[in-house]
């Protein structure tokens, strides 16, 4: 026999059916109110967990949002030079191709013909 039946039969017959119920009735209260602030810490620690992730992601991520800013406004001054660069490199060429054949048309009949035009240069528009 196990004493489990013995010691609540002791229990009843001792206390009574409503000491025991009140017995019972405050380990649930009990339990409730331990669910309730077990229910609240876990509030707290997610709130408190949230405002952290938040400071950490705003600490992480905002330099990285400068450095990509930055890195944009540089892209943007570099593609403005090349699209500069490339202007002047075609007005040179064409000023080459401009001057290959002034001198063709105008040089002297005599004087030997100008330096042939490399053939990289001569499909260019």
Do not use: C, F, K, N
């Not at 967990?49 to 705003?58: I, M, S």
């Amino acid at each position: 026999m196990t004493w489990e039946p013995t010691a609540a039969a002791l229990v009843v017959g001792t206390l009574g059916g409503g000491s025991l119920t009140a017995l019972l009735r405050v380990a649930h209260d009990h339990s409730i109110a331990r669910r309730d602030a077990d229910r609240a810490d876990e509030t707290a620690d997610d709130a408190r967990w949230a405002t952290l992730v938040e400071v950490q992601t705003h600490a992480l991520l905002e330099p990285l949002r400068l450095q990509v800013d930055r890195h944009a406004t540089r892209i943007g001054e570099l593609e403005r030079e090349v699209r500069d660069v490339r202007t002047r490199y075609w007005r040179a060429v064409r000023l080459v191709h401009a001057l290959y054949d002034h001198i063709a048309r105008h040089g002297r009949p005599d004087a030997p013909p100008p330096p042939a035009l490399p053939a990289d240069l001569t499909d260019l528009p």
